[in-house]
Nanobody
Framework: EVALVESGGALVQAGGSLRLSCAAS????????IGWFRQAPGKEREGVSC????????YYADSVKGRFTISSDNAENTVYLQMNDLKAEDTAVYYC????????????????????????WGQGTQVTVSS
């Protein structure tokens, strides 16, 4: 059974840090983009950061560049999102997602956190940043 299980969400003060984890099971981690999306109340879901499992290529939304870092442990089928200098506008439910397998020539397309390309989704974890 395919599963993406997020953890690490919490209530934190502005300027603080959190690390989210996404543990994948039930499918091969190889040659996929795995990453994080978020949805704030009243807003559409947006891509935050994604990483290619094949070569570690990363994508970050402009709003999180310099503050968030994505990494993966392929041996553990786990992706992490280190979030520093959190702001109130980072408050959202954070979802882990994974694309289908891709060929190397399409890596840049698949790593750009495109919702339509995600095959699997987690249930989400709440991040609340108090100002």
């Amino acid at each position: 059974e395919v599963a993406l299980v997020e953890s690490g969400g919490a209530l934190v003060q502005a300027g603080g840090s959190l690390r989210l984890s996404c543990a994948a099971s039930g499918f091969s981690f190889d040659d996929r983009s795995i990453g994080w999306f978020r949805q704030a109340p009243g807003k559409e879901r947006e891509g935050v950061s994604c990483i290619s499992s094949s070569d570690g290529t990363t994508y970050y939304a402009d709003s999180v560049k310099g503050r968030f870092t994505i990494s993966s442990d392929n041996a553990e089928n786990t992706v992490y999102l280190q979030m520093n200098d959190l702001k109130a506008e980072d408050t959202a439910v954070y979802y882990c997602a994974a694309t289908g397998p891709f060929v190397p020539a399409l890596r840049d397309v698949f790593v750009e956190c495109r919702e339509v390309l995600q095959d699997y989704w987690g249930q989400g974890t709440q991040v609340t940043v108090s100002s």
